[in-house]
């Protein structure tokens, strides 16, 4: 059994900031890729930010020089510090991660998803 837990999320003000975090937990040899996703109500599920497992970042442009991606590989957490809140990032984010498990199956996992909401 493998999973991903979320948490961090909140309701902040336009400006402000928040920081996700993501635990992968359970059977894990290895993991690849970890990235976060979000979805605003009436609208697809987006990629925000990922990072490799040697530390490459890729953001959305619309977070660009707001957001950041990181991750502990020694914890298997990937953080998202979220900066300059505006209410266009109101959604659900969600963490994802391929996990190579111990028996070395490869997993495509999702966190259940931590709520931002950004007042103006």
């Known amino acids: 059994q493998v999973q991903l837990v979320e948490s961090g999320g909140g309701l902040v003000q336009a400006g402000g900031s928040l920081r996700l975090s993501c635990a992968a937990s359970?059977?894990?040899?290895?993991?690849?890729?970890m990235g976060w996703f979000r979805q605003a109500p009436g609208k697809e599920r987006e990629l925000v930010a990922d990072?490799?497992?040697?530390?490459?970042?890729n953001y959305a442009d619309s977070v660009k020089g707001r957001f950041t991606i990181s991750r502990d590989n020694a914890k298997n957490t990937v953080y998202l510090q979220l900066n300059s809140l505006t209410p266009e990032d109101t959604a659900v984010y969600y963490c994802?991660?391929?996990?190579?498990?111990?028996?070395?199956?490869?997993?495509?996992?999702w966190g259940q998803g931590t709520q931002v909401t950004v007042s103006s």
């Open positions: 994802n991660a391929v996990v190579v498990t111990k028996s070395l199956n490869t997993c495509n996992l």
């Open positions: 359970g059977s894990i040899f290895s993991i690849n890729a």
């Open positions: 990072i490799s497992s040697g530390g490459s970042t």
